[in-house]
């Protein structure tokens, strides 16, 4: 999924009140965080994610891997903060600028 400059600018606005909904530490990306970003995404659409600092990966490569693994768009990578968003398959939230 790729986002346009304005469809990113328009979801890293929603996403700045957004608290952080999950956290990565040492241990990094296990199956069971991907797991529950997947269905934290088909229900929210758009989440934020923080990375620790006891984490040693860095958070460009932990969102790339992230997107990959669960067809999501990183909207923004801000220091230790990842913003993903995931249109909903029904009744999404969000309406995308063209």
């Known amino acids: 999924m790729e986002l346009t400059s304005k469809q990113r600018a328009y979801l890293g606005g929603r996403a700045s009140t957004l608290d952080p909904i999950f956290q990565i530490g040492k241990a990094s990306l296990t199956p069971e965080i991907i797991q529950a970003l997947d269905e934290a995404l088909e229900k929210r659409e758009l989440i934020?994610?923080?990375?620790?600092?006891?984490?040693?990966?860095?958070?460009?490569e932990i969102a790339q891997v992230i997107a990959e693994r669960t067809h999501s768009a990183v909207v923004k990578v801000i220091g230790k903060k990842i913003i993903l968003f995931r249109q909903a398959k029904k009744n999404s939230k969000f309406e995308l600028p063209a």
């Open 48 to 60: 934020k994610i923080s990375v620790l600092k006891n984490c040693a990966d860095d958070p460009r």
